[in-house]
Every structure is written in structure tokens, then in C-alpha cells.
């Protein structure tokens, strides 16, 4: 089975970045959605994430805002992926592809659930996350259809993700990775050190 991808999102600080890379991060996450306790700015995010290794992915966190805003931000930020959390296309994840960005769509657990037979073959074939209906609120979803028919490519698992259930939900819903953000916080936008290395530890023990 291949390496469990683990991204460690909502990251504002050096402390924060260095500690989701110390301990095996595949990505880290700046989000630049407006009204998210957790949104920063483009230059913040592209110095905290020149201190990433190239080998592990900046992810730059979006919704429902205009493409060209985007990609302006994106390129700013100089972040290796862009990931869509709202109601964007399959043809805005394709313009940032011919972009030269990494793309990763989210949707809520409800909105993947009601997609058409047709509309899921193609999203198959993106990297999707699967969520619950309020991201970043730190509630767990109900997975049973999910679990039915699960994604055929590589989705992630999100939505009150933390290290205590981490290992038990990737045992049991056997996603390609997971996303947290919420889970590993001391307080709503402030990242703990701490559980950032217990969450990891936790997700990489289960695989």
C-alpha cells in the first residue's frame, strides 16, 4: 500500500510549519479564503513557506473566488498547489493544471454524495478531499456512503480529523491521505506544536 499523504492545513506561523516538516508532512496548508480565522496573506505565506523542502507541497486554500484572483495570490505566495473548497469546476481545476499548479478539489461529504454517475468518473481522475458539510469546524461526518463507493483515484479524508481518531478512521475508510487542521489546534486558529507530531505519528501508524 502506498506512504498514507498526510497535509497538515491552516498553518500562519514558522513554529507551525517547521513542526507539520520536522515530523513528515506531505503538504502544508495556507489558507487564503476570506472570513476563515486561519486566512493569511500572500507574502506571509510565501516566506514561511520558503522554509519548506521542495519535496513537500505548499498548498494554497481557496474558495469561490474569482480564478484570476487565484492565481494571482497563488502566484505570489509561490505555493506548488491550489486547492478549490467551493463550487469551482472541473475546467478552473484544468486552467490552473495548464498554469503549471498542482490542484486538489474539495468537496463537503454531502456535495460528493450528490454528485451525477458522470460527474464522479471525472472527478476519479483528480486528486479530490472529501470533507464534512462545515470545513474547519471539526466535526466528523457520517462515511457509510462514502464507505459503499468509495473515490476510485486519490482522495483525501477530512472533518474532524485529530491523533486521537486518526488511525481508527484510516484503518476503516482506507483514504489515500488525510487533512487536519482544526484537530491540531490549542484554541480556534492557533496551531499546537505538540499535536501536530501526535497527529502524524498517529495517521503513519495506521498504514
Known sequence: MPQLYIKICGLSTPESVAAA???GADAVGFVFAPGSPRTVGAELARTLGAAVPESIETVGVFRNQPLAEVMDIAARAAVSTVQLHGDESLDDIRALQAAGFKTLR???????????ENERLQWDAERILIDAVEPGA?????????????????WLLAGGLNPGNVAGLV????????????????????????LITDFIRAARSAV
Not at 474539495?106 to 451525477?116: G, I, K, M, R, T
Not at 482506507?174 to 487533512?179: R, T
Open 21 to 23: 516538516v520536522e515530523a
Open 106 to 116: 474539495a468537496f463537503s461529504v454531502d456535495a460528493f454524495e450528490a454528485l451525477p
Open 138 to 154: 471539526g466535526v466528523t461526518f457520517d462515511a457509510t456512503n462514502v464507505l459503499a463507493e468509495p473515490p476510485a483515484g486519490m
Open 171 to 194: 484503518k476503516t475508510l482506507k483514504p489515500s491521505g488525510v487533512d487536519v487542521s482544526s484537530g491540531v489546534e490549542s484554541s480556534r486558529g492557533i496551531k499546537d506544536n505538540g
